[in-house]
């Protein structure tokens, strides 16, 4: 097995929040501003993903799967819309939970 790179890390939370092992890329949570808007709060997620996959060298392109998690499950469209304009047709496999 090749070695696991921690490419960042969070020392007040404990954990990683992106990891290299093998050939996979595994990202932790993705939040920001939290209190704005739905639209604000995901498409600013998506910018703290988009960074963390820069720090291996990825783009959202690179994006398999990804879980959601909602307060609103009426929110769901408003990510259809955001991931449209983000992802630019390379859509990944998504799991929504409320």
Request: negative net charge; contains cysteine; charged residues 30%.
């Given at each position: 097995?090749s070695?696991?790179?921690?490419?960042?890390?969070?020392?007040?939370w404990?954990?990683?929040?992106?990891?290299?092992?093998?050939?996979?890329?595994?990202?932790?949570?993705?939040?920001?501003?939290?209190?704005?808007?739905?639209?604000?709060?995901?498409?600013?997620?998506?910018?703290?993903?988009?960074?963390?996959?820069?720090?291996?060298?990825?783009?959202?392109?690179?994006?398999?799967?990804?879980?959601?998690?909602?307060?609103?499950?009426?929110?769901?469209?408003?990510?259809?819309?955001?991931?449209?304009?983000?992802?630019k047709?390379?859509?990944?496999?998504?799991?929504?939970?409320?």
């Amino acid at each position: 097995m090749s070695e696991i790179r921690r490419i960042e890390t969070d020392e007040f939370w404990a954990d990683s929040t992106i990891i290299e092992a093998g050939d996979y890329i595994f990202v932790g949570y993705c939040m920001a501003n939290e209190g704005n808007s739905v639209n604000e709060q995901i498409d600013g997620a998506f910018t703290v993903l988009e960074t963390r996959l820069a720090m291996a060298g990825l783009g959202l392109d690179s994006v398999v799967k990804m879980d959601c998690l909602f307060k609103d499950i009426s929110d769901l469209n408003v990510l259809a819309e955001i991931i449209k304009k983000r992802f630019k047709e390379k859509y990944p496999v998504r799991k929504v939970f409320t």
